[in-house]
């Protein structure tokens, strides 16, 4: 099945983040859109501002498909890679969430140094 121009944008938004991140690991092939969230055991509704980091793709609701613009998805994106690719391999330590934080605003474009 095609990707559609949507995901693409999406797609190509993750790997804008993967390089500005320096995650090298990650390289998602398709964008997953669920509207009931797979790892539980019951059925519960996927978050709307949800986004998995799985394997091969990038999960995000089905029901904010359409709703944001691509470039919207860049800090729920984000914030899911950092959590998923960087403080899960190193674990949070102490004072590290400062430079954590940097990373998320310098990859959105939200950061601004005093």
Same mark, same amino acid.
Not at 56 to 67: E, G, P, W, Y
């Given at each position: 099945?095609?990707?559609?121009?949507?995901?693409?944008?999406?797609?190509?938004?993750?790997?804008?983040?993967?390089?500005?991140?320096?995650?090298?690991?990650?390289?998602?092939?398709?964008?997953?859109?669920?509207? @009931?969230?797979?790892?539980?055991?019951?059925?519960?509704? @996927?978050?709307?501002?949800?986004?998995?980091?799985?394997?091969?793709?990038?999960?995000?609701?089905?029901?904010?498909?359409?709703?944001?613009?691509?470039?919207?998805?860049?800090?729920?994106?984000?914030?899911?890679?950092? @959590?998923?690719?960087?403080?899960?391999?190193?674990?949070?330590?102490?004072?590290?969430?400062?430079?954590?934080?940097?990373?998320?605003?310098?990859?959105?474009?939200? @950061?601004?140094?005093?």
């Amino acid at each position: 099945m095609p990707v559609s121009e949507y995901d693409q944008r999406i797609l190509g938004i993750t790997k804008e983040l993967c390089l500005q991140l320096n995650i090298a690991d990650y390289n998602p092939i398709f964008v997953s859109w669920e509207g @009931f969230d797979s790892r539980s055991r019951v059925p519960v509704e @996927f978050r709307y501002d949800e986004c998995l980091i799985e394997r091969n793709c990038v999960t995000l609701s089905a029901k904010m498909k359409d709703v944001l613009e691509p470039d919207e998805w860049r800090p729920i994106i984000a914030s899911s890679l950092i @959590f998923t690719k960087k403080l899960r391999r190193i674990g949070l330590t102490r004072g590290s969430g400062r430079s954590v934080l940097r990373s998320a605003h310098t990859a959105t474009g939200t @950061f601004h140094h005093d």
